[in-house]
């Protein structure tokens, strides 16, 4: 038997810059300053950081950070692709690499000024080529556009609607109300809002789409062992999967048997056998937000519901605090800001530890997950 | 073309002027960069063809042959002012062209000619989208084209309201819809439902649009030259 995952290795520090439209700063001083942060938080000294990892999309390498914080050797550095999908992922490897003897402290982080930058799609340079040659032509310009038209046919084969949606958008924006730190604090949602919002792509309003926000976040990973010593209590990584199913196309997942079944299902099989918890376990989770639909979605793929079954779990109030499934406690990507689904794992930390704004009595295990619709991971957290 | 035509061909004149510059540079550094690399390709092969030599080829009837076209690739989404863009492979008052890759050229050389082909294995006969060097169920590397019979059905669509790139601002809100092929229903291609091959993005009412709803393909040639399948419903 070689090394495992399970509790090796303890999230033992989070740091984050506040979350705005517009913030002044460069997402590289961003970034040290979220890492900075989250070393405090741990109480390890920059010099001892000898790993980290990020996303593909992360504009501040890693020697940046390095040079910048006064990291010390480094011996494990890596980068997860698919955008949003990669959130997990940093952590995963970064526990991957601590399990096997390859480092003792990593960071793992996400800087991005999404809010006063550019939009990535506008990039038609970019984004032309496979495979936006076979979408981008005919105005499927957007990733709303591209989930917008899953989510079309998922309503269509289940009779799930436009108040589904909502129940989504109203938990992450009560949550955010609770949270000082996000973008929608002071600005509640009501169901007439939400149903005479402007359209983005039928069938998804505004209130259907994630923030566009800067801001910069970040953890820190260590062993269960060293754990121990850390300042703060620790957070263990009970499981930890990626996803990139068969025939998979991204985003515009169109072209198999099931495009109504994405990577979410394959991290799920691939965490739920890592664990020795299920989904009937999860106390609160944080799943990734960057549309409405992709809730339902996934809780279907993690097993929370049947096929079909997502949007019927959101009625009654169950994604509220004291419901079934208590969803995205800081407000996620709908309503505290959209860095890439980072914010979701620092809000499971912060659930684990007690201390959320919208905590969740005696929370003990927490489900994180990243982007749905493109290569995913996950990561099952535990106190 | 009809609606949104006029009102995109009067803007037209003030912001052509201050991209036209950097766009011609860009299409210059494009076929320079090609030319070399057709020189090179003759070099290699000892032929004495001339630098349009590739340009004919990607036209011949049968079979064709694939059109590489250079691309950057950004590594990042978010990397301020690097004219990114700018760059635009068409007029940005124009809808987007494809730009194919390799696996995809012939898909829009037999579109050109008014044929919807799809990539089929010549091993074990599976089709497959979007095409790829080789068959995901046998692992052949033998591929053909076959022709579709240009039938299918509305699979899903949305419709797409502002923040879009100007072109399709200016017919927003349109339709895009996703079509099940009849011949291949695993085929699914993304296009617009449109009341005639060349009429506008938001040419049919948006109370038409079912999913389910039975579709013909059309085809129709953009301003830059490439042709593009469209969708008319089946009972108007």
């Known amino acids: ?383 | 073309m009809s609606t949104g035509e006029p009102a995109r061909r009067s803007t037209r004149g003030t912001t052509r002027k201050t991209t036209d510059s950097t766009t011609r540079k860009a299409v210059a550094a494009r076929k320079t960069a090609d030319s070399r690399k057709a020189a090179d390709a003759r070099k290699t092969a000892g032929s004495p063809e001339p630098a349009d030599a590739s340009a004919r080829e990607s036209m011949a009837p049968d079979p064709p042959r694939a059109t590489v076209t250079t691309i950057v690739t950004a590594t990042t989404d978010n990397r301020p002012g690097t004219g990114g863009d700018l760059l635009l492979p068409v007029p940005d008052e124009d809808l987007l062209s494809p730009v194919p890759d390799e696996d995809g050229a012939p898909f829009w050389e037999y579109a050109a000619r008014g044929e919807l082909r799809v990539q089929t294995c010549t091993a074990c006969d599976a089709p497959r989208f979007p095409p790829r060097p080789c068959c995901p169920h046998c692992q052949s590397f033998d591929s053909h084209w076959r022709r579709m019979s240009g039938r299918g059905r509305i699979w899903s669509y949305v419709r797409p309201h502002p923040p879009l790139l100007p072109a399709y601002a200016a017919q927003a809100p349109y339709n895009v819809i996703l079509v099940e092929l009849a011949d291949a229903p695993r085929i699914r291609l993304v296009g617009n439902l449109v009341t005639a091959a060349d009429a506008a993005l938001d040419s049919v009412d948006p109370a038409r649009l079912r999913i389910g709803a039975p579709v013909k393909v059309a085809f129709h040639t953009l301003p830059g030259g490439m042709t593009v399948p469209r969708w008319l419903l089946e009972r108007p």
């Open chain 1, 1 to 383: 038997m070689g090394a495992t995952l399970k509790d090796a290795t303890a999230i033992v520090g989070i740091g984050q810059t506040p979350f705005a439209k517009h913030l002044p700063e460069s997402e590289k001083a961003l970034a040290c300053r979220a890492v900075l942060a989250a070393l405090d938080d741990a109480g390890i000294a920059p010099s001892e950081v000898d790993a980290f990892a990020s996303y593909t999309m992360e504009e501040t390498d890693e020697v940046e950070i390095a040079k910048a914080i006064g990291a010390g050797e480094v011996t494990h550095f890596s980068k997860v692709g698919y955008g949003g999908g990669g959130s997990c992922a940093t952590v995963a490897h970064l526990a991957a690499a601590i399990a096997t003897g390859q480092a003792s402290v990593g960071v793992a982080w996400r800087s991005r000024k999404r809010g006063s930058g550019p939009r990535p799609w506008k990039n038609t340079q970019a984004q032309l080529p496979t495979p936006g040659q076979w979408t981008r032509p005919f105005g499927l310009l957007r990733p709303a556009d591209e989930i917008g038209m899953l989510a079309r046919r998922y309503m269509h084969e289940y009779g799930a609607t436009r108040d589904h949606l909502f129940n989504v958008a109203l938990a992450c924006r009560n949550r955010a109300n609770q949270n000082p730190d996000a973008i929608m604090y002071d600005r509640p949602l009501t169901r007439e809002m939400y149903m005479t919002a402007r359209w983005i792509s039928e069938p998804l309003c505004l209130f259907d789409n994630c923030l566009e926000t800067d801001g910069a976040l970040a953890c820190v990973i260590v062993s269960a062992e060293r754990a121990r010593d850390c300042r703060q209590r620790p957070v263990y990584v009970h499981s930890a999967a990626q996803g990139l199913p068969a025939q998979h196309h991204g985003m515009v997942n169109y072209w198999n048997d099931d495009p109504l079944t994405g990577p979410a299902w394959t991290a799920a099989r691939h965490l739920w056998k890592g664990a020795d918890l299920g989904p009937q376990d999860v106390d609160v989770a944080q799943i990734y937000d960057a549309f409405t639909p992709l809730i339902p979605l996934s809780l279907e793929g993690y097993g929370f519901c049947g096929r079909g079954e997502g949007a019927a779990f959101t009625e009654g109030g169950a994604l509220e605090i004291g419901g079934r499934l208590p969803l995205n406690t800081g407000g996620g990507g709908l309503s505290e800001a959209y860095v890439h689904g980072f914010n979701l794992i620092t809000e499971g930390v912060k659930q684990l530890r007690g201390t959320s704004t919208a905590q969740v009595p005696d929370a003990a295990t927490c489900l994180v997950t990243a982007g749905e619709g493109v290569p995913t991971s996950a990561l099952l957290l535990r106190s």
